[in-house]
């Protein structure tokens, strides 16, 4: 998995996991895997899947990446405390997950909340049938 920063200003973590990699055959298998990790957290509160490939090609003027095949975002929120309005505006959490022909790209914002950031990246590095050389 790497960090990197989008746009100049994003902090994002990318895990780019090629299909022989892993057991998920779809980007729909992915979020469903994901939604049980959500799901089973103590914390974590499911929202619901955003089909982002389908919303996009709906569009008049809408665009996609010629090797993206699907595109969903899983939406959920971890929060526990909400200490001041305005952190309302750095939620909830979503994990991008885009199916090329030969590999998954899963990706997520960086959460303020290291013990969210935490629970992302182990649910995602645990994508890979091999999770040791995640």
Known sequence: MRQKIIQEKYPIFVLELQKDETDMTSADDIVARLKANIEADRVARYIGVFDHYNHTKALPDGSIAPEIEDAKNILFCFGVALPSAEMLAL??????????????????????????NIAMENWVRALRADPVTA
């Open 91 to 116: 939620r909830p959490r979503s994990i991008g997950v885009a199916e090329l022909a030969d590999r998954f790209i899963v990706s997520f914002l960086e959460a303020p909340m290291p013990v969210a």
